[in-house]
């Protein structure tokens, strides 16, 4: 009986262990590729954090963000697929022509995709709801205004929100969640893993 109860102890340890401490949602559309690199390549691969990127992109097109993102970072890169559990120091991509949601630390994948150009703020309402005060938002290059209303409820919910600096290609998507009031946080893209980390080690004293 001992025997048991050690191992159902040391099998919760290894959950809270691979379950990430915050969930870090990076939406992007024209121009975010190379900011995508540069923030993966910034990033220390040992953060207890999962990074989800929501990229618009052509529905029919046979996208390799994936495979492109690998090569700038050591953390592993998967496209999201539905119940695929979502663990700490990994990165995940939306996939083509899909909504994606987040429930019990899990994705959920809705294909086809609702409408165009509104994959991040459906992601980050999800996000928000489902991670409360452990969400994060980064809302990078692209035009109009995805992002916004998903950093509201983001906000809403005791999230965090981040926006990319002029160093955007695009400033639309940013500039527009600025606009809302809904950003707490405007910064060049290797200037955000320390704020995460700060982020991360406040969540970790008020526990």
Same mark, same amino acid.
């Given at each position: 009986?001992? !025997?048991?109860?050690?191992?159902?102890?040391?099998?919760?340890?290894?959950?809270?262990?691979?379950?990430?401490?915050?969930?870090?949602?990076?939406?992007?559309?024209?121009?975010?590729?190379?900011?995508?690199?540069?923030?993966?390549?910034?990033?220390?691969? =040992?953060?207890? $954090?999962?990074?989800?990127?929501?990229?618009?992109?052509?529905?029919?097109?046979?996208?390799?963000?994936?495979?492109?993102?690998?090569?700038?970072? !050591? $953390?592993?890169?998967?496209?999201?697929?539905?119940? $695929?559990?979502?663990?700490?120091?990994?990165?995940?991509?939306?996939?083509?022509?899909?909504?994606?949601?987040?429930?019990?630390?899990?994705?959920?994948?809705?294909?086809?995709?609702?409408?165009?150009?509104?994959?991040?703020?459906?992601?980050?309402?999800?996000?928000?709801?489902?991670?409360?005060?452990?969400?994060?938002?980064?809302?990078?290059?692209?035009?109009?205004?995805?992002?916004?209303?998903?950093? !509201?409820?983001?906000?809403?919910?005791?999230?965090?929100?981040?926006?990319?600096?002029?160093?955007?290609?695009?400033?639309? $998507?940013?500039?527009?969640?600025?606009?809302?009031?809904?950003?707490?946080?405007?910064?060049?893209? =290797? !200037?955000?893993? =320390?704020?995460?980390?700060?982020?991360?080690?406040?969540?970790?004293?008020?526990?």
């Amino acid at each position: 009986m001992e !025997k048991k109860i050690k191992r159902l102890a040391i099998n919760t340890e290894i959950i809270e262990i691979t379950r990430p401490k915050l969930i870090v949602g990076i939406g992007g559309s024209a121009g975010a590729l190379n900011a995508y690199k540069a923030l993966l390549e910034a990033m220390p691969t =040992d953060t207890d $954090m999962a990074f989800v990127i929501i990229s618009h992109m052509n529905p029919t097109a046979n996208s390799q963000l994936a495979l492109i993102l690998s090569r700038h970072t !050591k $953390m592993p890169v998967t496209v999201a697929s539905m119940a $695929m559990p979502i663990l700490a120091n990994h990165v995940y991509v939306i996939p083509a022509d899909s909504d994606l949601f987040i429930e019990n630390y899990t994705f959920n994948v809705i294909s086809p995709r609702s409408g165009r150009g509104k994959q991040i703020d459906i992601f980050f309402i999800s996000l928000a709801q489902a991670m409360g005060v452990r969400a994060i938002g980064i809302v990078l290059s692209g035009y109009f205004s995805d992002g916004t209303e998903g950093c !509201k409820h983001i906000k809403a919910h005791g999230g965090n929100t981040f926006a990319q600096d002029r160093s955007a290609e695009i400033e639309s $998507m940013p500039l527009s969640a600025q606009d809302s009031g809904y950003v707490d946080f405007v910064m060049p893209l =290797d !200037k955000i893993p =320390d704020k995460l980390k700060s982020l991360a080690n406040a969540l970790s004293l008020e526990e």
